[in-house]
């Protein structure tokens, strides 16, 4: 099973969640999807085995060949490319290497060239691959490591899915492979708005999902009820807790040093596959 | 010499529009014709990302030397670069404003908005 872990807002769990659910159970893999900022693998801590250079293919132009006929300037979907004159200008952080340039080019002036945009690293932790995205500083498009690091999935196991925050086109490139979504919510203003930027994302991605509530005050919050009226699953519901924060802070996780907190996660997964299974039927 | 300004409507005296990129139309101006002519900025208003640089494409394309708006961001002025010169429009109407410009009334835009998305923060080639 492929469970996405995400939540709209950043910073209600979503990494809280993703390793402990990892750390809780056998035969299951971490995805680190945050490419912009991941940090799964500060907890896990991983033994590096391999690591992965994420490339992205990039147009180049043969001025000798262009003869300006504009064309690939009005192909691009983007807006990345200026003619200016016979002077080619690309915008880099725009394009989104579709290649379609160099394919509607009569010419042949346009070739592509690999550009590096971040690096994936596969490390262990106990039984646990530990798959990290990260994009370097200053690309402005994740997508490609995102799709890197979940073509690291191993059919015969389980993966967790540590998602970016939002519900823009990373997102969904991190859900894309998923088989449930599992939405951490803070039930502030903020996180409660964001959160039905996600709800409705699962919804138009046709996931079966279920929410998580951390850094609750009560088990009544602004997410429960309107869960309860929309007839959506609250899974589980995390209270501000002094101790979960202090282990967090420590870089532990929770499941490893808590045994009540190992038992609550074990049965959040128990009751995400229930939920997976009833969906299949 | 051809100017042009983003409007809001297809009139002289339309208002300036506030966007450069996502400008509906734009008013051109022969200053050798005197002539007023339009074209629907449709391609860039329509655009997802890159307005700007849409938008300034087509100006480059209709060989305009004189570009009259409130704000261009730094990709539209890259386009624009050696091709335009970029003046900073006033709160009057668009015909009015080349009536200042040509009075030499209107002083070179000497700001350039940076992208929405921090794009333009790269290094660009």
């Known amino acids: 099973m492929k469970i996405a872990v995400l939540s709209g807002k950043g910073g209600t769990g979503k990494t809280f969640v993703s390793v402990n659910l990892v750390n809780s159970t056998e035969n299951t893999d971490y995805y680190d999807c945050d490419v912009e900022e991941p940090n799964g693998d500060l907890f896990f801590q991983s033994k590096l085995i391999q690591e992965l250079p994420v490339k992205v293919l990039l147009p180049s132009f ?10 690939c300037v009005d192909a691009c979907s983007f807006n990345a490319l200026a003619l200016i004159g016979k002077d080619m200008l690309l915008f880099e952080s725009i394009c989104h290497s579709c290649g379609v340039c160099s394919f509607v080019c009569k010419q042949k002036a346009i070739s592509e060239v690999p550009k590096q945009t971040g690096v994936i690293k596969i490390g262990k932790a106990g039984d646990s691959k530990v798959v990290t995205g990260k994009l370097n500083m200053g690309e402005a498009i994740g997508v490609p490591v995102i799709s890197g690091v979940l073509d690291l999935m191993d059919e015969d196991r389980n993966s967790i899915i540590d998602c970016p925050p939002g519900s823009a086109c990373s997102v969904v490139e991190s859900t894309q492979k998923a088989d449930y979504c599992l939405i951490v919510a803070e039930p502030t203003s903020f996180g409660f708005h964001n959160f039905k930027m996600v709800e409705q994302l699962a919804r138009v991605l046709k996931k079966p999902f279920a929410v998580v509530v951390n850094k609750a005050e009560s088990k009544n919050n602004i997410v429960s009820s309107y869960c309860k009226k929309n007839k959506i ?14 282990d967090n802070s420590r870089g532990e996780i929770c499941t490893s040093v808590d ?23 | 010499m051809i100017i042009a300004v983003p409007v809001d409507e297809m009139e002289e005296n339309s208002p300036v529009c506030i966007s450069f990129g996502r400008a509906p139309f734009y008013l051109i101006f ?18 997802q990302g890159g307005a700007g640089i849409k938008a300034a494409q087509s100006l480059v394309d209709r060989n305009v030397d004189i570009v009259i708006t409130f704000r261009c961001g730094e990709n539209a002025s890259k386009v624009l670069n050696g091709k335009a010169k970029i003046y900073k429009a006033e709160k009057v ?33």
Not at chain 1, 62 to 71: Q, V, W, Y
Not at chain 1, 262 to 281: C, E, G, P, T, V
Not at chain 2, 34 to 43: E, G, H, P, R, V
């Open chain 1, 62 to 71: 043969d001025k000798e060949k262009c003869n300006a006929c504009h064309e």
């Open chain 1, 233 to 246: 699953k609250v899974l589980d519901t995390f209270l501000f807790n002094r101790k979960i924060a202090q």
């Open chain 1, 259 to 281: 045994d009540k907190m190992k038992a609550r996660f074990i049965s959040l997964l128990d009751n995400i596959n229930d939920d997976w299974q009833r969906s299949l039927k």
């Open chain 2, 30 to 47: 022969d200053d050798e014709e005197k002539k007023f002519d339009y074209f629907d900025n449709n391609s860039a208003f329509n655009a």
């Open chain 2, 93 to 125: 109407n668009a015909k009015m404003n080349i009536e200042m410009f040509i009075a030499g009334n209107l002083q070179l835009l000497n700001k350039v908005s940076p992208g929405l998305h921090g794009h333009s923060v790269q290094g660009e080639k």
